[in-house]
């Protein structure tokens, strides 16, 4: 049975200059006790997702459509301010802060249950307060005001934050400041699994550890799936991290799904992706060490009814009779083996791998 499910999820922010399509039409779901990574670079719409699962606030008013639900439950049942993401007027004539306040709107019942990391946990962390008072405040409002069960997760969060190298007399001593980027995410990752969430939502969890430490922390996510049944969504730019965490994986471009695939197909060689994109995300990922180039990010051009990464695509550029439809036609997935689709016009026309991007 599918614990997290998300149906065509599209989102649209009014920036001040422009209005920025950041998702259209994302779905997936994921099985209890599994993994579903979600593959970009920096911009495609990733933390996008996970906030809008969570009704979260965004950096830019905006919109959202679509459902989210975690085992048959909306997530945010009362959020219903959706507008018509395909009339732009509509949208600018309603530029309000939508995401204001939603936080409340999350089902009380699965509060409890959900845990996320952020990227640069740094900030989730008040400045001028012991970081040690801050986690212990945390978890007395995880368990409900149950001090007993409130130190019960103190105690486990001990252990797991011994497993990563630091202590809890170090982290009592010090304020975010006092502490790097490494120490915060180590606490973040710590404090997540804290407890066993049901679901956890992972924004580059293991970003600023050093490859032991990130190995370590790998395994205590990966425990958690398999002995205590925690279902995860994991935004990742890194293909390693992701061939050892989940079973499946999205690629988004642009905020649009153009390929999806069982973590089997991450496994070997470049040649197993079938989107030119993708395939530059791996060349991205093993010639630079891990760092993506920010280029891609969305613009007002990403209303254009096309394949997202037809303005960068050599092989649309290089062939006209394809040129018009990728520019004007977004493609359909097309299967392109066992737990393997791709949305990409080529391969719908050749039923054939692309060479070179
Ligand atoms: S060939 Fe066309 S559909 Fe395929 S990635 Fe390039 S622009 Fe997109």
């Known amino acids: 049975m599918s614990a997290l499910t998300v149906k065509n999820l599209s989102v649209v922010y009014q920036t001040r200059k422009e ?22 670079h ?13 009704a979260l606030p965004m950096d830019e008013p905006g919109w959202v459509e ?7 439950k909306p997530i945010a049942p009362d959020v219903n301010n959706y507008v018509d993401l395909s009339n732009r007027d509509v949208i600018r004539k309603n530029a309000v802060g939508f995401y ?27 400045a001028d307060r012991y970081i040690g008072l801050q986690i212990r405040q945390v978890f007395t409002h995880i368990a409900n005001g ?8 103190l ?5 797991s934050i011994e497993q990563l190298d630091l202590t809890l007399d170090y982290i009592d001593r010090r304020r975010n400041l006092q502490l790097s980027g490494g120490e915060c995410q180590r606490i973040a990752l710590a404090m997540s699994i804290v407890g066993t969430p049901k679901l956890l939502l992972a924004d580059e969890p293991t970003t600023a550890l050093d490859r032991k430490t990130r190995e370590v922390a790998n395994d205590m996510l990966i425990e958690k799936m398999r002995v205590a049944g925690m279902t995860m969504l994991v935004a990742s730019h890194n293909r390693l991290e992701l061939m050892r965490l989940v079973e499946k994986v999205i690629v988004l471009c642009k905020g649009v799904v153009v390929e999806k695939f069982t973590k089997e197909w991450l496994v070997d060689k470049p040649s197993d992706m079938f989107h030119p994109y993708t395939r530059k995300l791996w060349f ?11 280029e891609l990010q969305p613009t007002d051009s990403t209303f254009s009814s096309g394949c997202p990464f037809y303005s960068e695509c050599s092989i649309a550029a290089n062939d006209k009779s394809l040129k018009q439809l990728c520019q004007h036609s977004q493609p359909n997935f097309v299967s392109a083996g066992e737990g393997h689709e791709v949305a990409c016009h080529l391969f719908n026309t050749t039923n054939n791998a692309t060479d070179g991007v």
């Not at 920096?42 to 996008?48: A, D, V, Y």
């Open 19 to 40: 209005l920025v399509k950041a998702l259209t039409g994302v779905s997936f779901e994921i099985e209890k006790g599994s993994a579903l990574g979600l593959w970009g």
């Open 42 to 54: 920096s911009g495609c719409g990733k933390s996008t997702i996970i906030k809008s699962i969570l």
């Open 66 to 72: 679509g459902e989210a639900s975690f085992e048959g």
């Open 100 to 126: 204001r306040n939603h936080r409340k709107l999350v089902a009380p019942h699965l509060k409890q249950s959900f845990r996320t990391i952020f990227q640069e946990p740094i900030y989730s962390f008040e």
């Open 146 to 153: 149950d001090q007993s069960l409130a130190s019960k997760l």
């Open 155 to 159: 105690d486990e969060f001990a252990i």
């Open 284 to 294: 991205a990922v093993d010639e630079k060490a891990n760092i993506l180039p920010g």
